[in-house]
């Protein structure tokens, strides 16, 4: 190589070009700085990366219904409709009382936006759903990107805190950055009429016919226009009503003299909200949630600001006894994560600095430091274009590459001062420097581009969430290459000789005889050593290998542990209990009032307002959710973890629940349980017996936690079929029913806009009439000629049990049973457990019986199948473009050799960290895998040329061995020192 670089002209070529033209340099450094500048400041920020789910969701209400017949009547036909379309990928669908959903999932790459209209087309011509069920819904996926939860509470009542809520969302939609609010935890508007039986008795009615007369009476219709002389005159029926005291007056019975009945004088009228078991409270007082999301180009940071600014005048307007708060502001999240970034690239960026100051000249330190900031900046002009926005991942993406971007710059500016310590000028040295490493500098740069193209391969929502770190890191280094090559020897080729006096040198003095001293240890120290450890290769490569298969050994063991996520602690603690089915409200309050009771007394002995902000309490049927929102993690106390364990024990165990579960992750990507087990069978019997055998046998682990069997039993049911002597009345199955369900669930009458609000006006009988059985029993039904028969004579009843849900996959019914372990790290060895011995014996002892791990193992077996994919033929491609500059089959390989040795580094990292294994840390070991080869490549470059020397191998491995181990130890060093500050950093947003 030497002999080729000795026979071109020192000025030709570009590099020597671009060294000898200061200007053109530093207008190209000033394009990609201030160019990325300006870019930065236009690209689009957000909390995490948008993108489509592929998933198509089809939701269809019947209301009253049972899971069962929500199955029967619509998830069947839905699924037999769209699963044999083309594209489609999976198919779940999920049965609940009173709606059904089925969620359609698509081959990656598949056009959504054309499936999504086939399954519309495909769903809308289904003729089978029953009469009462609603329009189907076909809708893509999308993820509501949310950045404030602000919450409303006081002593008030349901609906002047909804009113007062509307209006808060109102004057929040005035500001200019805000422009999505929605209400949570609110019940929808609903006018209910309630006639007794008996008063249908006496004017011989049925609600169905009470429901025909006000709708017919309530009309809002335009008839057309008059065409006069003097222009047109619109002409149209105004009856519509809107309010309760509005629908009263309706005339339900005219007498033939005139005289009239109204609807106020035999029923009584309620406009309220729906008949749900669903309400929530803060600190003990009633709540209403407010979400406030972020939309287009808004930035979090801007709708927070705007949201805090409203705060303050809000509460000022507020009725005494009524507060809001904000809480849960994503978008400190993102300002936490980007000071990070900053911060410790600040950090980062001044120890390599002090690295290259002493190891080469400050001068030299600077320039090549510099290479950061240009390469960050100038990385903008590409991302933008790209559509990458600035996010926690891409943030992530810099903060990797912080360490490894300059290694190019560095092996270039010490090979240019290699030159220079020999004695020749700075301009000479710089030429010579630059274009002796250009080839290997370039390659090194190259495979680092590839090693992280493995991430581009994990399928899935992972893939969708990491795919944008190897677009950054790509589009730095190739900015990292062009200043290396371009920029940085013009600003060393122009240096001027420095003398031996004035203020600064002493510094330049130590820094030589360090300088000096350092190559002196390396000649007589690393050089014997490494002739030694060559003289011995076998040995050397023996324990290599030896140490390779003890660290390998030790991961298989299990005991690291293994995780899709590291464990990231939330700013709240949330615990949920789940009832059984058709449990009194009552008793899931009771239920909710411990948990409360027992979050307070943790949070009184250890802190008291300096751990917990505010108590966020909603009931939801029979399910009570509990959050505890505690202080920032710099000023609270004790951490997350540490209070949901002690909430934990204060709990206990509560008599009467399907399950209780504490999480103090919720929300950040570790969440969810650690075990997900899914049973597959055609008998739901089975799958409920083989559920809680399979949770009873999780049991027995002690560190196993949160189990849910994943069935529960429903809500008791009566079931009733026409007798002959019904039939004999001339009544009919659908008549009976039909009279059956307008007496509970009510007869729908209108669904009308009011204001910004659906409102469902309902005709039922009075509540005091719907809440004992003895009422159905004594229940009257009237036959097609007009007579009465008891419902007891007409029908016969028969006492069962309904299903609480029921979950489909790909046309089989599931029940999943899933766990929390303690550490997660660990559920890998309860897996190993009941793979070998629970799972085959249920197996053996019910047959058709089958299961799959679904869940976090399903996301982590996808995601480390598409890493290991990626990695294979990143490795390929590795191994082509090395074999290319060396003209050579095993040369590549050697180097190649490298990456594994690579992994014994980072399992010893994760142990002296005390950190697991995870989806993560493989990310991190497969994509830095090119900073492993790029050593080695600089290493057999120039061994390779004092080959062409005359060399033997020997003295050229040597010889290169001793003049790359600056180098290499700089790369090394300056790649830990733009890391540490994030390794020993203490925030958790350093996940």
Avoid at 16 to 42: C, D, I, P
Avoid at 87 to 115: C, D, H, W
Avoid at 394 to 417: K, P, Q, R
Avoid at 746 to 766: I, S
């Amino acid at each position: 190589m030497k002999t080729t670089i000795k026979k071109q002209p020192e000025k030709k070529g570009p590099l020597a070009w671009m060294a000898g033209h200061s200007v053109t340099a530093n207008l190209l450094m000033l394009v990609l700085l201030v160019g990325g500048l300006f870019w930065g400041s236009r690209i689009k920020q957000e909390l995490f990366p948008d993108f489509e789910l592929d998933m198509v969701n089809i939701s269809v209400s019947y209301p009253g219904a049972s899971p069962e017949e929500v199955e029967r009547g619509i998830i069947l036909a839905v699924e037999e409709a769209v699963q044999g379309l083309e594209g489609v990928k999976e198919i779940t669908a999920s049965a609940r009382e009173g709606s059904g959903s089925v969620t359609v999932e698509l081959i990656e790459g598949e056009n959504i936006q054309r499936l999504a209209q086939e399954i519309k087309n495909e769903v809308d011509r289904i003729t089978s759903f029953p009469d009462e069920a609603e329009e189907p819904q076909v809708v893509i996926a999308a993820r509501k990107r949310a950045v404030v939860s602000l919450v409303l509470y006081g002593d008030q009542g349901e609906r002047v805190l909804r009113e007062i809520a509307e209006d808060i969302r109102d004057r929040l939609l005035q500001d200019p950055e805000i422009t999505q609010v929605e209400l949570e935890g609110v019940r929808d508007f609903e006018i209910s009429i309630e006639i007794s039986q008996n008063t249908l008795r006496t004017f011989n009615l049925t609600l169905e016919e009470v429901a025909n007369r006000i709708r017919q009476a309530s009309v809002e219709l335009p008839a057309g226009a008059i065409k006069t002389e003097g222009g047109d005159v619109l002409v149209r029926m105004k009856e519509r009503r809107d309010y309760g005291d509005e629908f009263g007056k309706i005339p339900i019975i005219t007498a033939n003299d005139g005289t009239e009945v109204l609807l106020e004088e035999i029923a009584g009228i309620k406009d309220g909200f729906e008949e749900t078991d669903s309400f929530a409270t803060y600190n003990g007082k009633p709540a209403i949630i407010l979400e406030v999301y972020r939309v287009g180009d808004q930035t979090p940071i801007t709708v927070s600001d705007a949201v805090k600014g409203q705060i303050g005048p809000i509460n000022q307007s507020l009725p005494p006894g009524l507060f809001l708060e904000s809480r849960r502001d994503r978008s400190e999240i993102y300002s936490q994560r980007l000071d990070l970034m900053l911060r410790n690239g600040f950090l980062g960026l001044g120890l390599v600095f002090i690295l290259l100051a002493v190891f080469l000249e400050a001068r030299l330190a600077f320039w090549v430091s510099l290479g950061i900031p240009i390469s960050f900046l100038g990385s903008l002009l590409i991302l933008s274009p790209l559509g990458v926005s600035i996010n926690i991942i891409s943030m992530f993406a810099y903060i990797v590459t912080l360490g490894i971007v300059v290694d190019d710059a560095i092996v270039a500016g010490e090979n240019i001062y290699h030159y220079r310590q020999s004695g020749m000028p700075w301009f000479k040295a710089a030429v010579r420097g630059v274009r002796e490493i250009a080839m290997p500098v370039t390659f090194s740069v190259l495979t680092n581009m590839v090693a992280f193209m493995p991430l581009f391969f994990v399928p899935g929502f992972m893939g969708k969430v990491f795919n944008q770190i190897p677009l950054v890191v790509i589009s730095v280094f190739a900015i990292s290459l062009i200043e290396s090559l371009f920029i940085l020897p013009a600003h060393l080729g122009h240096q001027k000789e420095q003398n031996g006096n004035g203020i600064f040198s002493w510094p330049r003095l130590l820094q030589r005889r360090f300088s000096n001293f350092f190559t002196r240890m390396v000649r007589t120290r690393y050089g014997p050593f490494l002739n030694l450890a060559l003289h011995h290769r076998y040995v050397t490569f023996s324990i290599g290998i030896a140490v390779l298969l003890i660290t390998v050994g030790y991961v298989n063991s299990g005991r690291m542990g293994f995780e899709l996520f590291p464990k990231i602690e939330s700013d709240y603690s949330k615990a949920t209990a789940t009832l059984p089915f058709g449990t009194a409200v009552r008793r899931t309050e009771k239920v909710q009032e411990i948990m409360v009771s027992e979050a307070q007394a943790v949070a009184e002995e250890n802190g008291g307002k300096n751990l917990v902000k505010g108590i966020f309490a909603r009931i939801n049927d029979n399910q009570a959710e509990v959050r505890v929102y505690l202080a920032p993690p710099d000023t609270r106390p004790i951490p997350t973890a540490k209070f949901t364990e002690l909430w934990r024990k204060r709990v206990g165990t509560l008599a009467g629940l399907e399950s209780i579960k504490f999480e103090s992750d919720a929300g950040g990507p570790g969440h969810g349980g650690a075990i997900s087990v899914e049973l597959r069978h055609r008998d739901i019997d089975i799958l409920e017996r083989a559920s809680s055998e399979l949770a009873g046998a999780l049991g027995f682990f002690p560190n196993v936690t949160d189990i849910d069997d994943g069935f529960a039993p429903g809500k008791q049911q009566i079931d009733f079929q026409i007798k002959p002597e019904g039939r004999s009345l001339g009544m009919r199955s659908r008549e009976v029913a039909k009279q059956v369900r307008h007496a509970y669930y009510g007869a729908q009458v209108l669904r009308q806009q009011r204001g910004r609000n659906e409102v469902k006006v309902m005709v039922r009988l009075p509540k005091g009439e719907r809440v004992s059985e003895h009422n159905l029993e004594e229940m009257v039904l009237r036959t097609p000629a007009g007579k009465e028969i008891p419902l007891t004579e007409a029908v016969t009843l028969k006492r069962g049990r309904a299903y609480t849900t029921i979950d489909r996959r790909n046309g089989h019914r599931i029940v999943t049973v899933t766990a929390d372990v303690r550490p997660r790290s660990k559920a890998g060895q309860v897996l190993q457990s009941i793979k070998a011995e629970t799972l085959p014996e249920l197996q053996e002892k019910y047959a058709g019986f089958t299961y799959s791990f679904e869940g976090r193992q399903a996301d982590q077996r996808e995601s480390v199948q598409g890493l290991t994919k990626g990695l294979f033929i990143a490795l390929l491609v590795i191994f082509a473009m090395l074999a290319i500059p060396f003209n050579s089959y095993i040369q590549p390989m050697i180097i190649m050799i490298s990456i594994p040795f690579g992994i014994v580094g980072a399992v010893a990292g994760h142990l002296i960290m005390g950190y697991s294994l995870s989806v993560t840390s493989l990310f991190g070991v497969v994509a830095l895998s090119g900073v492993v080869i790029n050593d080695s490549l600089v290493l057999i470059h120039f061994a390779n040329s004092r080959r062409l020397a005359g060399m033997s191998s020997h003295d050229a491995i040597h010889s290169s061995g001793i003049q790359r181990f600056r180098p290499i130890l700089l790369t090394t060093l300056t790649t830990f020192g733009g890391l540490s500050p994030m390794i020993f950093e203490t925030s958790r947003h350093r996940y």
